[in-house]
């Protein structure tokens, strides 16, 4: 046994990585062994490789997606989008499993040109099945609307567009 603890409070998540690939937690009258993978949640993570230009209004766009195992997961998105032209538009996000919505927010975009901004969206899901998750997004003005890969003029700041998924319980 690498670690052992009276108490889950005590806890440590820097200790338990510190070398330990098992833990003891005696809690009340029960003992659990535990592999650290049975604690420390399964965490994944997408982004784009390219800017996804949004030419036609209405249409959902796709973004990362990641293929999820059987839990429950918190679904973390972040769209970064930049409008070309002066028009106002109106953005939306989405969380999709290719059936249904999960999670959705808007954003209006006033009519200033070249403004990037940034879009979240999160939400707890169960997954029973293997299940694909994507990030989408829309706009009622498109064709000079873009899904960004990177923040910024010169592209220094990757992961602008990313979904992440971190696995609470299997």
């Known amino acids: 046994m690498d670690k052992e603890y009276a108490n889950p409070a005590d806890f440590s998540s820097a200790e338990a990585l510190d070398g330990a690939e098992t833990i003891l937690v005696r809690q009340a009258a029960v003992t659990r062994v535990a592999a650290l993978g049975d604690i420390f949640p399964?965490?994944?993570?997408?982004?784009?490789?390219?800017?996804?230009?949004?030419?036609?209004?209405?249409?959902?766009?796709?973004?990362?997606?990641?293929?999820?195992?059987?839990?429950?997961?918190?679904?973390?998105?972040?769209?970064?989008?930049?409008?070309?032209?002066?028009?106002?538009?109106t953005v939306a996000v989405r969380l999709f499993d290719g059936a249904a919505s999960l999670a959705g927010t808007t954003q209006y975009h006033?009519?200033?040109?070249?403004?990037?901004?940034?879009?979240?969206?999160?939400?707890?899901?169960?997954?029973?099945?293997?299940?694909?998750?994507?990030?989408?997004a829309v706009t009622n003005y498109g064709a000079s609307t873009t899904f960004m890969k990177a923040v910024g003029v010169y592209g220094a700041a990757p992961k602008a567009t990313e979904l992440v998924a971190v696995r609470l319980s299997p």
Request: charged share 5%.
């Open 42 to 89: 399964a965490a994944l993570s997408a982004n784009l490789a390219a800017d996804v230009a949004l030419v036609s209004s209405g249409v959902w766009y796709d973004g990362p997606s990641l293929l999820l195992g059987p839990g429950v997961w918190l679904l973390i998105g972040r769209v970064n989008h930049s409008r070309s032209t002066t028009t106002a538009a």
């Open 110 to 136: 006033p009519s200033i040109a070249t403004v990037s901004m940034t879009i979240p969206v999160t939400t707890l899901i169960t997954v029973t099945t293997t299940t694909t998750v994507t990030l989408q």
